[in-house]
């Protein structure tokens, strides 16, 4: 095989296995682990209040006492879990990329927050320290 000088040939070593009937990446033992920290709580929290405002939005239910029945869960909690997606989408995109800052965690979330997306992320830095 040539190589030309604007080429660059690069080999990564991975392997493919299936896990859960779905296809996964193996690195090497010795390649260093991502960066990004995941946090499955904060994201099936998201996940939980996206599909939950979306059956509202869709009229499946009428009111979060009638979803919090259907859910079998408080309305207050329900509530509390279905403000998140009143935060800034930058802010979702962090926690699903797991770029969220460490000390943030579901409890700081179920508080109030600013209601501003240009706020939030500000308040989040102090409230993460």
């Known amino acids: 095989m040539t190589t030309s000088p604007d080429s660059l040939t690069l080999h990564?070593?991975?392997r493919l296995v299936r896990r859960g009937?779905?296809?996964a990446v193996v690195?090497?033992?010795d390649t260093p682990a991502p960066?990004?920290?995941f946090d499955s709580t904060l994201v099936k929290?998201?996940?939980r209040a996206f599909r939950w405002k979306r059956m509202l939005d869709a009229g499946e239910v009428a009111t979060i006492a009638e979803l919090a029945e259907r859910e079998r869960i408080a309305p207050s909690h329900l509530?509390?879990?279905l403000r998140l997606t009143l935060l800034a989408p930058e802010i979702i995109e962090a926690?699903?990329?797991g770029r969220q800052p460490r000390g943030l965690v579901l409890e700081m979330l179920r508080e109030a927050f600013p209601p501003e997306w240009h706020q939030q992320t500000e308040w989040l830095r102090q409230q993460a320290r």
């Open 45 to 47: 929290a998201l996940a």
């Open 21 to 23: 009937g779905r296809k």
């Open 27 to 29: 690195l090497p033992q």
């Open 35 to 37: 960066r990004a920290h």
């Open 12 to 14: 990564v070593p991975l």
């Open 79 to 81: 509530s509390r879990v």
């Open 95 to 97: 926690i699903l990329d």
